[in-house]
């Protein structure tokens, strides 16, 4: 019921629209991450050594086994930053959860990136427009249970009511990225999980979702995945 509750909430923003936020975004984004920093920053740094690992595959095998990871990886942050905004705190192995959803997560990941390159290639402005309408796809997977390729069209719909405000988001969080990774990369393992949770804090206001049930609507979720 409350996941068709989320849908039924996403498609009257799709239609009527919804107000952007962004130093919210970047309040709230870090006030989660500093709640639990110690498990972020370690599930970051072993996030890191376990993708930095795959370049000692061979080849082809080490992009296959990160286009399989990655995602998954990334969508522990949205998990971990969703855990700590209903409960206020998290077990490690919260973080490993998206795991539970690495087929959708990863043709998410594939066909989107495919979508998105195919339009750099013919004209570069489809690409970063598609590039910036996808930013809501793993949460969407996660969170309202969306299928890989309703994920990306759902997104897309939703950003394109604030495109250009979607894009200074992700313009400025890549600012911060960057200012992360001068103080000799390890201001990254800061600044890369509070990126996720202030997309996170995006997408719980964009989305409406509520705080009080749906903890039992994630949980519920995986455990069906499981089964």
Not at 79 to 93: C, H
Not at 187 to 193: A, D, E, M, N, W
Request: aromatic fraction near 16%; hydrophobic fraction near 50%.
């Amino acid at each position: 019921m409350h996941i068709e509750d989320d849908k039924t909430r996403i498609n009257q923003k799709i239609q009527n629209g919804y107000s952007f936020e962004l130093e919210k975004y970047f309040s709230e984004g870090w006030n989660i991450f500093r709640k639990e920093p110690g498990p972020f920053i370690l599930y970051g740094l072993l996030a890191g050594l376990i993708l930095g690992a795959l370049n000692f595959l061979p080849e082809y095998l080490g992009e296959i086994a990160s286009y399989l990871l990655s995602p998954a990886l990334t969508a522990g942050l949205f998990i971990g930053a969703r855990k700590i905004d209903q409960d206020g705190t998290l077990e490690f192995n919260d973080f490993f959860k998206g795991f539970d959803h690495i087929v959708q997560l990863f043709l998410v990941t594939f066909i989107s990136g495919l979508l998105v390159v195919i339009g750099m290639v013919f004209l570069i402005l489809p690409g970063i427009w598609l590039a910036v309408g996808i930013t809501l796809t793993i949460p969407l997977i996660l969170f309202a249970r969306f299928d890989f390729w309703e994920s990306i069209t759902t997104s897309v719909k939703l950003v394109n009511k604030k495109w250009f405000h979607f894009f200074a988001l992700l313009l400025l969080l890549g600012i911060f990225n960057f200012i992360g990774a001068l103080f000799l990369v390890v201001g990254l393992l800061v600044t890369f999980p509070v990126t996720y949770c202030i997309l996170y804090a995006a997408y719980k206001d964009i989305t409406g979702s509520s705080s009080g049930s749906d903890q039992m609507n994630l949980e519920d979720h995986l455990v069906d995945d499981s089964n």
